[in-house]
């Protein structure tokens, strides 16, 4: 069986707004959070205790991922403000 390979290019990455992207979802997984946090004896009676701390995993690794966009973002900047330079000088 052959394997299947595309016969053209793969389009560039989609831009955005990724900081406030990845902001608001780490700011949704710590809401998620704290509104099952009350219930934890349910959850506990239940077998779900796993919900809630999904939820603080996911805001913790949400703020890595913050940390990770934002000096992405930087990054970004700082290299085209140096090739903007480097043609104008």
């Known amino acids: ?36 946090l009350p219930f934890y004896g349910w959850f506990d009676d239940h077998g779900h205790t796993w919900w809630l ?4 995993a996911g805001g913790g690794l949400g703020l890595i991922g913050v940390w990770y966009v934002r000096k992405r973002d930087a990054a970004i900047k700082r290299a085209a403000a140096r090739r903007e330079d480097a043609l104008d000088g």
């Open 53 to 56: 701390w999904t939820c603080l």
């Open 1 to 36: 069986m052959a394997k299947w390979t595309p016969r053209h290019e793969a389009p560039e990455p989609l831009e955005g707004p990724v900081v406030a992207t990845i902001t608001g979802g780490t700011i949704l997984w710590f809401v998620l959070f704290l509104v099952q």
